[in-house]
Structures are given as C-alpha cells and as structure tokens.
C-alpha cells in the first residue's frame, strides 16, 4: 500500500524538506517537478500550494498532507487535524495574518475601516474577522504585492508576516492580529479510518513532532564523582531527570542529560569546574516523550 502525501510547494517547501529529514526521511525534488522522490517505498509525494492542499485532503486526492490552519479555515475544509507543527521558512516562530494600514493614516483599530476596502488573500478568514466587529467593509482579494496597495488601491491589508520586516520596509503600520498560523497534519477522513493508512499517519506526525521538539536541545554527557553530584545538579537545566549510570570505579558516575543549545555554552564552562569531566555535547535529531 502507499500513502499520498500532500508537501507544501513554495516558501514552506524547503524547511518542510529539513523537518522531514531530521525525522527520518530523505525529500528531493528537481526545480520544475510536483512530485519529489522519498526515501520511504510507502509514500507517494506530491508538492501542492498550501492553499489549495486542504482540499485535496478533503477531497480525497491526497491521504494526509501539511498546510497552516489559515488555509483550512479559508477553504471550510472538513479534515481530520493529526498533528500541529508550529515552524515557519526562516525560524520555528509562527507566522501570523495581521491587519495593516499605511504608516501615517488615522486608523487605529478594525472598527476604523467601516466601508473601507481591504487586500487580502485570506478571504474568508478577513470577512469573518470584520463581521466579528460588526464591521461591513469591501474585501478585495489580493493576487499578490498586497503590501504595496494601500493607500492607493486599498484602504488596508490583511497580510501574512513572520517578522514584519517586509510591513515596515512598505511604510505600513500592524493595527491586530487576525489569525495566529499554525502548520497542521492534516488527514483525509477515509483514509484515517483504514487502520494501515492512520498508523503510518500517526508514525509520521510522531517523527515529525519529534524533530521539532529536538530543534534547539542539545544532548550532554560526563562523568564526576559522586561528591560532586550536588554541584552538578544545580547547574543543569534539563528537560527531563538527568540519566545516571555507575562506573566501574564505585566513587564515580556518568550522567547524560538534554538542555537547550543556547544555554550549554555557559554550562559547560561551569560544569567543568564543578569537577565533571569527558563532557561530551552531541546533536539531537529527535525527542520523543
């Protein structure tokens, strides 16, 4: 059997690729090609726009697939959420939809934009967001370039950003949030019913999640003597309870711990003068709990 998987084509593409090979799998595909090759007999990739992944899923042309809730919510897409997986193209920060204005204008909140028109590629999402307010304003749909439209051909935007960077450089001023997004795993409904189809969904969302709970954790290993157990300790941070394990000389031990990449440069220093020795700092692909 093999299992259609629906891979995100554009800005997601790359680090969605990164995320799938520290789970375990091997992703490649050529510039122009759709469908990339996969390192796993039993999948059968495929390389959709994220906006238009979650009716594929839905529809059945695909078995699972990985798109933001952004597009779900637009599309009224019913699906089954396997997995949230909360990365972005350049950091593992979410991204978000906001509502932006020209710099210099006098709006300050949603209830500001009263008959005014919005550009956006988020259609249905800005349409609920301004009738949540009780606001009935014009929403235009954007084919692209949305930050450069306002204030000429759009009073305001809803527009997606991970830093804000493209807002600013575009003399545009961020007034609310409208939607926090989330990468999700989503399945089709048939397919997570078929026992075979949902445990390798599940394996996969298992893999994945564990990637990412990896990023930024490095693991640590060394040995001390016991006399010095209490001076260690107060200098790790981990995530768990540290693994202790006896030596062949009874007054030492060897501890292996998990702590956060940035925080180990600092650590090490201490923990050597702590008395513990043979500190080894090793890469994580994975953590799974």
Known sequence: MELKLGLPKGSLQESTFRL??????????????????????????????????????????????????????????????????????????PCRWVLAVPADSPFEKAEDLEGKRIATELIHVT?????????????????????????????????????????RANKLRIIDTVLLVKNQLIANKTAWEDPWKRQKIENIAMLLKGALMAEGKVGLKMNLAKKDMDKIMAILDSLKKPTISTLSDPDWIALEVISDENKVRDIIPQLKRAGAQGIVEYPLNKVIY
């Open 127 to 167: 349409e609920d967001y301004f009738s949540s307010f009780g606001v009935k304003a014009e929403i235009e749909f954007s084919w692209g370039a949305t930050e450069v439209k306002p204030p000429v051909l759009a009073d305001a935007i809803v527009e997606i950003t991970e830093t804000g960077s493209s807002l």
């Open 20 to 93: 799938f090979k520290k789970a375990g799998y091997n992703i490649s595909a050529h510039e122009r090609s759709y469908y990339p090759a996969i390192d796993d007999p039993e999948l059968d990739g495929m390389l959709i726009r994220a906006q238009e992944m979650s009716r594929y899923v839905e529809e059945g042309v695909l078995d699972v697939g990985i798109t933001g809730n952004d597009w779900i919510l637009d599309n009224h897409s019913e699906v089954v959420t396997v997995a949230d997986l909360v990365y972005s193209k350049q950091t593992l920060n």
